[in-house]
C-alpha cells in the first residue's frame, strides 16, 4: 500500500501562486509515476500533470500549460505542482494520485491510478 498526504491549498487571488505538495509513504518502489489531477464541484475529475519517475518524463494539460510546473524528488517519492497566473477557472479540489509499474493505459487517465491523496482545496477569487 501507499499513503499519499496532500498540503498547500488555500485561498488566492487571480493571477496569484500556490505550491501544492504530496508526499508518498510506504511501498513507494512499486511506483511508476505521480500526478496531479483536480476536480471542481458537479464536473468530472480531470488531469492536471504528471511525472514518469524513469526519464523524469513529464506532461500537462492543456489548460495549465506555461502556468503550472510539477517537479518531484524520486528519492523522496514527493511531488510538486507550482501554480501561477492561477485564474478562477482553477477552482478544484486538487488530489495527488500514483501509479503502480506495469499498469496499462494512458497516464493521464485517472483510472489507471492506483493511490490517491485526500485532496486539498485551491480556490481563485477573482
Known amino acids: 500500500q501507499v499513503q499519499l498526504v496532500e498540503s498547500g491549498g488555500g485561498l488566492v487571488q487571480a493571477g496569484g501562486s500556490l505550491r501544492l505538495s504530496c508526499a508518498a509513504s510506504?511501498?513507494?518502489?512499486?511506483?511508476?509515476?505521480m500526478g496531479w489531477f483536480r476536480q471542481a464541484p458537479g464536473k468530472e475529475r480531470e488531469f492536471v500533470a504528471r511525472?514518469?519517475?524513469?526519464?523524469?518524463?513529464?506532461s500537462y494539460a492543456d489548460s495549465v500549460k506555461g502556468r503550472f510546473t510539477i517537479s518531484g524528488d524520486n528519492a523522496k517519492k514527493s511531488v510538486y505542482l507550482q501554480m501561477n497566473s492561477l485564474e478562477s477557472e482553477d477552482t478544484a479540489v486538487y488530489l495527488c494520485?500514483?501509479?503502480?509499474?506495469?499498469?496499462?493505459?494512458?497516464?493521464?487517465?485517472?483510472?489507471?491510478?492506483?493511490?490517491w491523496g485526500q485532496g486539498t482545496q485551491v480556490t481563485v477569487s477573482s
Open positions: 511525472i514518469i519517475w524513469s526519464g523524469t518524463i513529464i
Open positions: 510506504g511501498r513507494t518502489s512499486s511506483m511508476y509515476a
Open positions: 494520485a500514483a501509479r503502480k509499474t506495469g499498469v496499462v493505459g494512458s497516464s493521464t487517465s485517472a483510472s489507471t491510478y492506483d493511490y
